[in-house]
């Protein structure tokens, strides 16, 4: 542990002062800076009387002893005991008790008058059966006066036998101005420190660059959606009856009839005229049989009974091909194509144009 030299005492000279104050009214305890100074010099002057009595041969002073019927021993000690406002100063107390027993030691902090920086406290095995306990303390103050680290505090043993109070060891502080003799004004700023306010960093510049960046692109997204465009043309569906014939016209050119190619022919026939009467009469009935096909276009009155006759006739023989086996001949595929030809026409809205003649002859 790397810290400046540490002065110690114990704390027989500071119960003999206490003792005193009790004692006499006229001790000196008007103000803190005399009560500092007596203090002092009454630690000092027993320090030393207690040294002469116990002779040269003593043990130096940083080797603590338990003394007899005693069943602690407090040390303590400060690096110094001047500083200046701001500068620390180290503290250690130390204390030798019985390996049953705990120590707890006290905050000595003190508002601005004592801060505490840092602070740890360790405990060691020592000869006897005995422990040390140490605390190191850094401290410092930020107030010009006289101050008395640890008054009125006390240091806590607790063993078996309950809980004893020891008064915490006499240690004095005088902290003096930063200022020279003879200075009334602070000493003038250092350089290299930093300017209030602080220079302007890329952060800074970063912030209004990306606001400047998103105030164009919202402004290029609505100059885009304003801008007036030509909207789609949509292509006019075909009519019905128009995609009918011409569904037939194509069947009819692929020579399917001149081949004698009944079924694909007959499948791809009624599949046309199916696909015709659901788009020309709003019924949608793909999954239905032509028996319930044909009752649902009866049912809506928009065919004439002719054209029902027709239907049925026309359907009922492609179900025969499809299903039955039925071979019909060139002829009878010719006028079924006619016949459907024929059904479409005779079905043509009358608001519709009518189509080309020869178109599906």
Not at 44 to 63: I, N, R, T
Not at 329 to 335: C, K, P, Q, S, Y
């Amino acid at each position: 542990m790397s810290r400046r030299a540490l002065h110690f005492s114990s704390n027989a000279p500071e119960q003999m002062f206490h003792a005193l104050e009790k004692c006499f009214a006229v001790f000196p305890l008007i103000g803190k800076k005399v009560s500092m100074e007596w203090k002092t010099f009454f630690h000092v002057g027993a320090a030393v009387l207690l040294s002469l009595a116990g002779g040269c041969s003593e043990a130096p002073s940083d080797a603590l002893v338990l003394p007899e019927g005693q069943s602690a021993f407090i040390q303590a000690g400060q690096s110094t005991n001047r500083i200046r406002i701001g500068d620390p100063v180290d503290v250690q107390i130390r204390v030798l008790h019985q390996a049953d027993s705990r120590v707890s030691f006290p905050s000595v902090a003190k508002g601005k008058d004592l801060l505490v920086r840092h602070t740890t406290e360790q405990t060691s095995e020592q000869a006897d059966g005995l422990l040390l306990t140490v605390q190191d303390m850094t401290l410092t103050s930020l107030c010009v006066s006289n101050h008395i680290i640890g008054e009125d505090a006390s240091i806590l043993i607790s063993t078996p036998e309950g809980v004893q109070t020891h008064t915490y060891p006499f240690l004095s502080l005088e902290v003096v101005s930063s200022l020279s003799p003879g200075e009334t004004d602070p000493r003038p700023v250092r350089a290299n420190l930093a300017y209030w306010p602080a220079p302007s960093t890329r952060w800074m510049w970063a912030i209004p660059a990306g606001l400047a960046l998103l105030a164009a692109l919202l402004f290029g997204l609505w100059k885009f959606l304003k801008k007036p465009r030509s909207h789609l043309q949509v292509a006019p569906s075909i009519p019905p009856h128009e995609e009918a014939l011409a569904a037939l016209e194509a069947l009819r050119a692929k020579g399917w009839i001149e081949q004698l190619n009944i079924g694909p022919f007959y499948v791809e026939l009624s599949g046309i005229v199916r696909r015709y009467v659901e788009d020309r009469f709003q019924l949608r009935a793909p999954e239905r049989t032509t028996e319930e096909f044909i009752h649902e276009a009866m049912q809506g009155g928009v065919l004439a009974p002719g054209q029902r006759e027709r239907l049925a006739a026309f359907l009922a023989q492609s179900d025969l091909v499809k299903f039955a086996r039925h071979a019909p001949g060139r002829l009878d595929m010719t006028r079924a194509l006619d016949t459907a030809v024929s059904f479409v026409r005779e079905t043509i809205p009358a608001t519709a144009p009518a189509p080309e003649e020869g178109r599906t002859a």
